[in-house]
C-alpha cells in the first residue's frame, strides 16, 4: 500500500527565507508524486510533479523538489519565500497513470513580514 | 489550460436528503475522481470511474454513494441520505492516462463546499 507523510503540519517562515516543506513516500512500485498548493476557499492546484524523468523538478511560482528514492522523499523548496505563499501544501502519490491519489495530511505554510 | 468544472460551489442541505454534486471533467480524459475534505482534514480519496464504471473505491464510499457518467461530459456524485459527517468539500478530478499525467498531472475542480444541517 502507498502512503504519503508529510513532516510538520505547520511551517513558519519570514519572507524572503528559505522554504522547505518535508514529504516522505512509502511505494512498492516506482511512484508518480505531486505537491499541490491549496488557497484558502480554493480548490487544489498543481505545483510540480515527478514521473520518472528528471529527478530535480522545477514548478510554478519559484518552487522545486527533488526525487530521492534511497531517502524516499520528494521534499519542496522556495528559496525566498513571499507573502503570497502562504497556503496549504499537500504532497501526493500514485503508482499508475489512473490510480487514486494518496494524499499527505498537509502542511499550512505561513509568511511573516 | 482545460479546467474542470464543479456545481454547485455551496450546497446547504437537511440531514435525510439527497443531493447530486456536478462535474464536468476535460473532455479527452478517461479517469475520473471524487475525493473529500473535511474542514481542516486532507484530502480522501472516495471513488475512480474509468471506462464507464467503478474502477476502485475507498471505505467511505459506501451504499449511500453512487456516481454516475450520465451522457459522456457530466460525472456526478449522489450521496442519498446525507449525515452530518457528510459536511465536507467535495472535488472532481480528472486525467487523460500516461501523457496527460506527465504533462499535467490531475486535474482538480475548485469544489463543492456540502453542508448538511
Known amino acids: 500500500a502507498q502512503s504519503v507523510t508529510q513532516l510538520g503540519s505547520h511551517v513558519s517562515v519570514s519572507e524572503g527565507a528559505l522554504v522547505l516543506l518535508r514529504c516522505n513516500y512509502s511505494s512498492s512500485v516506482p511512484p508518480y508524486l505531486f505537491w499541490y498548493v491549496q488557497y484558502p476557499n480554493q480548490g487544489l492546484q498543481l505545483l510540480l510533479k515527478y514521473t520518472s524523468a528528471a529527478t530535480l523538478v522545477k514548478g510554478i511560482n519559484g518552487f522545486e523538489a527533488e526525487f530521492k528514492k534511497s531517502e524516499t522523499s520528494f521534499h519542496l523548496t522556495k528559496p525566498s519565500a513571499h507573502m503570497s505563499d502562504a497556503a496549504e501544501y499537500f504532497c501526493?502519490?500514485?503508482?499508475?497513470?489512473?490510480?487514486?491519489?494518496?494524499f499527505g495530511q498537509g502542511t499550512e505554510l505561513s509568511v511573516k513580514p | 489550460e482545460p479546467e474542470v468544472t464543479q456545481t454547485p460551489s455551496h450546497q446547504v442541505t437537511q440531514m435525510g436528503q439527497e443531493v447530486i454534486l456536478r462535474c464536468v471533467p476535460i473532455s479527452n480524459h478517461l479517469y475520473f475522481y471524487w475525493y473529500r475534505q473535511i474542514l481542516g482534514q486532507k484530502v480522501e480519496f472516495l471513488v475512480s470511474f474509468y471506462n464507464n464504471e467503478i474502477s476502485e473505491k475507498s471505505e467511505i464510499f459506501d451504499d449511500q454513494f453512487s456516481v454516475e457518467r450520465p451522457d459522456g461530459s457530466n460525472f456526478t456524485l449522489k450521496i442519498r441520505s446525507t449525515k452530518l459527517e457528510d459536511s465536507a468539500m467535495y472535488f472532481c478530478?480528472?486525467?487523460?492516462?500516461?501523457?496527460?499525467?506527465?504533462?499535467?498531472?490531475?486535474?482538480f475542480g475548485s469544489g463543492t463546499r456540502l453542508t448538511v444541517v
Open positions: 478530478a480528472s486525467n487523460g492516462g500516461q501523457v496527460t499525467i506527465a504533462n499535467y498531472g490531475y486535474t
Open positions: 501526493a502519490v500514485t503508482s499508475n497513470q489512473g490510480g487514486k491519489l494518496i
